[in-house]
């Protein structure tokens, strides 16, 4: 358990590092290019990206994220999945090439069909990314990750798709970005493992592995009718440019959210997987990553919320100023993906996989029902409806994970409480610092705003300590002991011997 503790932390600094590394990369790329296209071409863009989103789970159905879960995995599992990829990516490549016109027709824009037709690659690119990508995870060799990662967005964003921006190509620049970026990772995460590729049908293990797989695809379905359904109908009801201004800042809030959740979910499923013999620790796990979730993730979402008119006006311009209100509630409910993200693994290795299905599925009807009819008022009267949608969805999920684990209520609200607190108070400053800065210019304000939080946020956990839970606080002392000690002095107060 102390080596599975160790390749964790490891896999997370490289994580949280290359993340750091791609966040950046993302969110310039995305505000050149958003001010380059404009709401218009981002909607055109948005209607294949949600038809590609859903399509990748039939082109992968799930089985080969089952190389992590295995214990023990051999040629033949890996032969097996590589197989089905093959033969489900393209599949579902032709299927949306030969559907693309109705497609289009369905969201009311026939520009969208070539971008489409030309995205629908994506899903063999992926599919046969797949086992490579899971290897990697299960191995926690983030480093080999990240390196592609970070080498495919460059290549396929800065120096593909921006030059074609500029040159005028319009939506048709994200299109090759993403095609370039996808072919690039390929290769470079196949190069990291060189896993066999010898075709393999069936076996005698197979079984197992597709039955995990038809779990996996079923749950991952109805998760992508929960946070992709609003987009659907939002770009079946209102036009290219509404749904440009939805699905930007949607993607604005939600890129550093999946980021963070693609370097914590897999360590920690990975983890859990060969800790299901001592649930205590899985249950203290759980607990220190929900409490850092509350103490900082909450108050820097709160706080995004809170400036969400000088945010979109700093970085985006007044091309985007629609997408203020937009903003808030959708900054609000991130924080409550999060929670489910790292909720669902503990299902899944507890081998409650079926039951998140069973959960979620009610869940995803009543959010099908309530962002229909709230999409016949206004494109905003849907994001306040997401954001009540996702509080029902987290307290769903952490009650089931209490049950499942038969954790004690309260210790979970002990390690949330801090950021309860913190929130509200970051919150009400910011709102009072805005009134009084309000004639600065947009991007002056947004300095303003980000150092006070930040500081105040630190002054807030050093006058009381107590705000952070004894989960998290031995997490962070953990972290520290791994971090030049000079930066762990000055951090030392968040993990301070009294609240261990």
């Known amino acids: 358990m102390k080596d599975i503790g160790s390749?964790?932390?490891?896999?997370?600094?490289?994580?949280?590092g290359g993340a750091v590394i791609r966040l950046l990369l993302q969110f310039g790329s995305q505000v050149i290019l958003a001010r380059i296209l404009g709401p218009e071409q981002y909607g055109l863009f948005a209607i294949g990206s949600i038809v590609i989103s859903f399509s990748n789970f039939f082109s992968d159905i799930g089985i080969a994220y089952g190389l992590i879960q295995k214990n023990d995995v051999n040629p033949r599992d890996i032969r097996f999945v590589f197989t089905w990829q093959i033969i489900l990516g393209t599949l579902v490549t032709i299927a949306i090439t030969f559907s693309a016109s109705a497609i289009a027709e369905f969201f009311g824009d026939v520009r969208a069909t070539g971008i489409v037709q030309a995205l629908a690659i994506v899903c063999l690119l992926n599919a046969l990314a797949a086992p490579s990508l899971n290897l990697l995870k299960r191995k926690l060799d983030f480093r080999r990750i990240q390196i592609a990662q970070i080498s495919?967005?460059?290549?396929?964003?800065m120096l593909i798709g921006i030059p074609m921006a500029l040159y005028g190509t319009q939506a048709w620049a994200l299109v090759a970005?993403?095609?370039a970026q996808a072919t690039l990772f390929l290769i470079l995460a196949y190069a990291a493992t060189r896993h066999p590729i010898a075709p393999l049908l069936r076996y005698e293990g197979s079984r197992s592995l597709s039955a995990y797989g038809v779990t996996v695809l079923m749950t991952n379905l109805v998760n992508w009718l929960i946070n992709n359904v609003d987009r659907v109908i939002i770009g079946r009801i209102f036009s290219s440019r509404?749904?440009?201004?939805?699905?930007t800042t949607y993607n604005m809030l939600y890129t550093p959210t999946t980021s963070l959740l693609g370097i914590i979910q897999p360590v920690f499923f990975s983890a859990a997987s060969r800790a299901t013999h001592q649930p205590d620790v899985i249950a203290g796990s759980y607990r220190a990553l929900i409490g850092?979730?509350?103490?900082?993730?909450?108050?820097?979402?709160?706080?995004l919320g809170t400036v969400s008119e000088t945010f979109v006006l700093a970085l985006y311009g007044e091309k985007w100023s629609d997408a203020a209100p937009l903003f808030r509630p959708l900054a609000l409910a991130m924080p409550l993906f999060l929670i489910w993200g790292f909720t669902t693994p503990?299902?899944?290795?507890?081998?409650?996989?079926?039951?998140?299905?069973?959960?979620?599925?009610?869940?995803?009807?009543i959010w099908l029902v309530a962002c229909w009819l709230a999409a016949?008022?206004?494109?905003l009267a849907v994001c306040w409806t997401v954001l009540g949608l996702f509080i029902v969805r987290c307290l769903v999920m952490v009650i089931s994970a209490v049950r499942t684990l038969k954790m004690d209520a309260s210790l979970l609200w002990r390690s949330v409480r801090g950021g309860m607190i913190i929130s509200p108070v970051l919150a009400l400053m910011l709102f009072a610092l805005e009134a009084v800065c309000g004639r600065f210019p947009a991007i002056l304000r947004l300095g303003v705003d980000g150092l006070a939080g930040s500081v105040g946020l630190m002054l807030l956990l050093r006058l009381f300590p107590d705000l952070i839970g004894v989960e998290l606080a031995q997490l962070l002392h953990r972290i520290f002991d791994r971090i030049p000690p000079k930066i762990a002095r000055h951090l030392a107060f968040l993990s301070r011997p009294g609240s261990i």
């Open 376 to 379: 016949q008022y206004s494109v």
């Open 292 to 303: 850092a979730v509350a103490v900082f993730i909450l108050p820097a979402f709160v706080c």
């Open 152 to 157: 495919s967005f460059v290549v396929g964003y």
């Open 242 to 247: 509404e749904i440009g201004l939805y699905a």
């Open 346 to 365: 503990l299902l899944w290795t507890g081998g409650y996989a079926s039951r998140e299905f069973r959960v979620q599925l009610p869940i995803a009807l």
């Open 177 to 179: 970005a993403w095609l």
């Open 7 to 16: 390749r964790s932390l490891t896999a997370v600094f490289w994580g949280a």
